[in-house]
């Protein structure tokens, strides 16, 4: 079946504009995460959505940064006013279950690497 | 102090050799632990969970270590296919997966 798919694969934008990233889970995945991988660093945790529950924000860097899942399926995670550092690949990953106990694996679509200049 | 902690290496190892990577984590609350690998320029891709009694597959064995809060890897027989990064994941605090930075490994024919 069809795994996780993002898009666009890669993003070139320029230092003050807004970006959306998408994420397509793989379908009946009621967990949705997203990360960012900086170059030889390892994953950062951003938002995490569980079905119809409230997300977890905890992760987010800065205001700039939100997401929203809508019919608990695709997500788009926006950033507004990118800035240099914010370059980065952007990694979504979704799961049958939520973390916590005998939580699931998660399936990792390819990313967008992001590159603001 | 972070919360997944690994020796990033990298680990330069021969065809056939046995080779172990450590992870520690912080949290003596974790309950769920795993094993990815990932290739340069590709997405992590669960390479096995890690129990609490160890598990193996394969060339692959895992093991947990609650008492001082470290997972490991061992990989027997090392393939040239083995060469990627090995990343340890441990859940922390409600719904967060923290990643370690990973273990580089390349196998040398």
């Known amino acids: 079946g069809a795994g996780v798919s993002q898009s666009p694969s890669n993003k070139v934008t320029e230092k003050g504009k807004d970006v959306e990233l998408r994420c397509d889970p793989i379908s009946g995945h009621t967990a949705l995460y997203w990360y960012r991988q900086s170059l030889g660093q390892g994953l950062e945790f951003l938002i995490y959505?569980?079905?119809?529950?409230?997300?977890?924000k905890s992760g987010l860097p800065s205001d700039r940064f939100s997401a929203e899942r809508t019919g608990g399926s695709v997500s788009t995670l926006t950033i507004q006013r990118t800035q240099q550092e914010d370059s980065a690949v952007y990694l979504c990953?979704?799961?049958?279950?939520?973390?916590?106990?005998?939580?699931?694996?998660?399936?990792f679509g390819p990313g967008t690497r992001l590159t603001v200049l | 102090r972070k919360e997944v902690e690994q020796d990033p290496g990298p680990f330069n190892v021969p065809e056939g050799a046995t080779v172990a990577f450590n992870c520690t984590y912080s949290?003596?609350?974790?309950?769920?632990f795993f094993w990815y690998r990932q290739d340069c320029r590709k997405e992590p891709k669960l390479l096995m969970s890690v129990y609490s009694s160890g598990n193996e597959d394969g060339r692959f064995t895992a093991q947990l270590n609650r008492a001082s809060q470290y997972i490991s890897l061992l990989i027997r027989d090392s393939k040239l296919s083995d060469s990627a990064t090995y990343l340890c994941?441990?859940?922390?605090?409600?719904?967060?997966?923290?990643f370690g930075t990973g273990t580089s490994l390349t196998v040398i024919p």
């Open positions: 949290n003596s609350a974790s309950q769920s």
């Open positions: 990953a979704s799961s049958l279950t939520a973390a916590g106990a005998g939580a699931d694996e998660q399936f």
């Open positions: 994941v441990v859940n922390g605090v409600g719904n967060q997966f923290y």
């Open positions: 959505f569980q079905g119809n529950s409230a997300p977890d």
